[in-house]
């Protein structure tokens, strides 16, 4: 009897192995047609294709939850459309250089928006100068506000804006908050729950305690935007947090930039949080209360038409400018493409600033070939950021890059959080994007194209002031084997850094 119970014992082990094992296989095979059907770039299928066949169930689980975009269904399902419809020109089309009518062109193409005159930007540097400026403009709205920001936090600086925000209602304007379901504080979110808790609509982006209704835990939206009236907004890399207030001495400041604008682009700025707002709550926002009837387009266009003329400076209000959004949805890789149109079309000089500083291969090959071509190319990067493993993943993937000619500097602290890209001494893209492959193909972003050359020369000499020592490949080549390979190992994480 002993022994027969045994043999069972080993017959139902057996069987629970070949089913397990079926499972496994009927797993991989389904897996690996997904990705060959799905998945673009060739590393990710090899990668996704290799841990389903070594471990099958594990892996599968894997690609499950991080690897199938379920983000442009969902929109879908929302008709949510990835960018306003495609526009015509405007009657009177903005003086453009000729060096960069085909940059117009492509970014028109790819974002489906015009390019448009007669915008005034004002630059803002870290909290201490827009925090009062954000603040002042709440403060005065009468009709409505909308507010997105990746980190707000409950602090002295949370409260401020939570006091405004909360009278702006009182006041009879329509308010609206957007904080992402991670960078708000996955578990608590104190802010949002006040926020509820005052009667102030707000919604938690991509956000839910329910693991298997929560699959997009790399998928962020890291959109800083904040628009008053439908005619006055702000945007750059700034969160809402003391430490960006740097003149307060916070423990950990963090120094940063953003930009106030006014004038027609303010449409499109708006266009872009309402979609926002619209896939994370459902909620339709129309009427002039969020985008008040524009004036008439010889108006809007007036005051811009000699922003570029010739390349001369800028007038007052003479900034055109263009929304460029990006995300895992319809608007995939679309600030990346801008990028590399930029790069492409440089023929004189590349500078940019960056927090994290770890491109893909294509925009790397785009920098050397920039610098090999006699473009001057600087890349400005903290000496030490807030991700140790993003500084460590970074000097293992720059070499290629200083053997071509392209200049890396180090900016000593504080922490520099701010993203900017000048070319040409005249085109500048700034916003939340950094310059790696989470903001460039995971997260969320919205980035602003200004032609503007006295812009451009107020941004080079900010960053002309933080280029402080000058990144040298002896440095990488006298790491001792233990912190190369360490480097290294690290650097394949870079889709997820």
Same mark, same amino acid.
């Given at each position: 009897?002993?022994?027969?119970?045994?043999?069972?014992?080993?017959?139902?082990?057996?069987?629970?192995?070949?089913?397990?094992?079926?499972?496994?296989?009927?797993?991989?095979?389904?897996?690996?047609?997904?990705?060959?059907?799905?998945?673009?770039?060739?590393?990710?299928?090899?990668?996704?294709?290799?841990?389903?066949?070594?471990?099958?169930?594990?892996?599968?689980?894997?690609?499950?939850?991080?690897?199938?975009?379920? *983000?442009?269904?969902?929109?879908?399902?929302?008709?949510?459309?990835?960018?306003?419809?495609?526009?015509?020109?405007?009657?009177?089309?903005?003086?453009?250089?000729?060096?960069?009518?085909?940059?117009?062109?492509?970014?028109?193409?790819?974002?489906?928006?015009?390019?448009?005159?007669?915008?005034?930007?004002?630059?803002?540097?870290?909290?201490?100068?827009?925090?009062?400026?954000?603040?002042?403009?709440?403060?005065?709205?009468?009709?409505?506000?909308?507010?997105?920001?990746?980190?707000?936090?409950?602090?002295?600086?949370?409260?401020?804006?939570?006091?405004?925000?909360?009278?702006?209602?009182?006041?009879?304007?329509?308010?609206?908050?957007?904080?992402?379901?991670?960078?708000?504080?996955?578990?608590?979110?104190?802010?949002?729950?006040?926020?509820?808790?005052?009667? *102030?609509?707000?919604?938690?982006?991509?956000?839910?305690?329910?693991?298997?209704?929560?699959?997009?835990?790399?998928?962020?939206?890291?959109?800083?935007?904040?628009?008053?009236?439908?005619?006055?907004?702000?945007?750059?890399?700034?969160?809402?947090?003391?430490?960006?207030?740097?003149?307060?001495?916070?423990?950990?400041?963090?120094?940063?930039?953003?930009? /106030?604008?006014?004038?027609?682009?303010?449409?499109?700025?708006?266009?872009?949080?309402?979609?926002?707002?619209?896939?994370?709550?459902?909620?339709?926002?129309?009427?002039?209360?969020?985008?008040?009837?524009?004036?008439?387009?010889?108006?809007?266009?007036?005051?811009?038409?000699?922003?570029?003329?010739?390349?001369?400076?800028?007038?007052?209000?003479?900034?055109?400018? /263009?929304?460029?959004?990006?995300?895992?949805?319809?608007?995939?890789?679309?600030?990346?493409?801008?990028?590399?149109?930029?790069?492409?079309?440089?023929?004189?000089?590349?500078?940019?600033?960056?927090?994290?500083?770890?491109?893909?291969?294509?925009?790397?090959?785009?920098?050397?070939?920039?610098?090999?071509?006699?473009?001057?190319?600087?890349?400005?990067?903290?000496?030490?950021?807030?991700?140790?493993?993003?500084?460590?993943?970074?000097?293992?993937?720059?070499?290629?890059?200083?053997?071509?000619?392209?200049?890396?500097?180090?900016?000593?602290?504080?922490?520099?959080?701010?993203?900017?890209?000048?070319?040409?001494?005249?085109?500048?893209?700034?916003?939340?994007?950094?310059?790696?492959?989470?903001?460039?193909?995971?997260?969320?972003?919205?980035?602003?194209?200004?032609?503007?050359?006295?812009?451009?020369?107020?941004?080079?000499?900010?960053?002309?002031?933080?280029?402080?020592?000058?990144?040298?490949?002896?440095?990488?080549?006298?790491?001792?084997?233990?912190?190369?390979?360490?480097?290294?190992?690290?650097?394949?994480?870079?889709?997820?850094?």
């Amino acid at each position: 009897m002993e022994e027969a119970f045994h043999r069972w014992i080993a017959a139902s082990g057996s069987i629970r192995s070949n089913v397990l094992m079926g499972i496994g296989l009927a797993s991989a095979l389904l897996l690996t047609i997904h990705v060959l059907l799905h998945k673009r770039e060739v590393g990710t299928a090899i990668g996704w294709i290799g841990l389903a066949w070594l471990a099958p169930l594990s892996g599968s689980a894997l690609y499950l939850l991080f690897g199938i975009n379920r *983000v442009t269904r969902r929109a879908r399902q929302l008709a949510v459309p990835p960018s306003e419809p495609a526009q015509t020109e405007p009657p009177q089309a903005p003086a453009i250089a000729p060096a960069f009518r085909a940059l117009d062109h492509a970014v028109r193409h790819i974002t489906r928006l015009p390019l448009v005159a007669g915008n005034a930007v004002r630059l803002l540097r870290n909290g201490d100068e827009a925090y009062p400026a954000m603040l002042d403009a709440i403060g005065r709205a009468q009709r409505s506000v909308a507010l997105s920001s990746y980190i707000f936090r409950n602090d002295r600086t949370g409260a401020a804006f939570f006091d405004a925000l909360v009278a702006a209602k009182a006041r009879g304007a329509e308010v609206r908050v957007l904080i992402d379901g991670i960078g708000g504080g996955y578990f608590r979110h104190p802010i949002y729950r006040r926020l509820r808790g005052a009667g *102030v609509p707000a919604a938690l982006f991509m956000h839910s305690a329910l693991p298997w209704r929560m699959p997009f835990l790399n998928l962020r939206t890291h959109t800083k935007l904040l628009i008053v009236d439908g005619a006055t907004a702000f945007t750059g890399g700034i969160n809402i947090a003391d430490e960006n207030r740097v003149g307060w001495h916070p423990p950990n400041p963090v120094r940063d930039t953003h930009f /106030r604008i006014e004038g027609p682009v303010v449409r499109q700025l708006a266009g872009a949080f309402a979609r926002s707002w619209m896939f994370a709550a459902g909620e339709d926002l129309h009427g002039d209360r969020w985008q008040p009837a524009p004036a008439s387009d010889s108006t809007a266009l007036a005051g811009g038409t000699a922003a570029l003329a010739g390349g001369t400076a800028a007038l007052a209000g003479g900034t055109m400018a /263009r929304v460029v959004t990006s995300g895992p949805d319809a608007d995939i890789e679309k600030i990346e493409h801008v990028v590399l149109h930029a790069l492409n079309g440089a023929q004189r000089s590349i500078r940019l600033v960056t927090p994290y500083f770890l491109p893909s291969e294509v925009l790397t090959i785009a920098l050397l070939l920039a610098a090999t071509r006699g473009v001057g190319v600087d890349v400005i990067i903290p000496r030490a950021s807030n991700h140790r493993f993003v500084d460590w993943a970074t000097r293992a993937h720059v070499g290629l890059l200083l053997d071509h000619g392209v200049r890396i500097w180090l900016n000593d602290p504080p922490f520099e959080h701010s993203k900017m890209l000048v070319v040409d001494e005249t085109w500048c893209f700034v916003g939340s994007a950094n310059w790696d492959m989470r903001s460039f193909r995971l997260n969320f972003e919205l980035n602003l194209e200004l032609y503007d050359p006295a812009l451009a020369t107020e941004l080079g000499r900010s960053m002309q002031a933080k280029m402080t020592t000058r990144l040298e490949c002896a440095e990488l080549t006298g790491r001792s084997l233990p912190v190369r390979l360490r480097d290294a190992s690290v650097r394949l994480l870079l889709p997820y850094l």
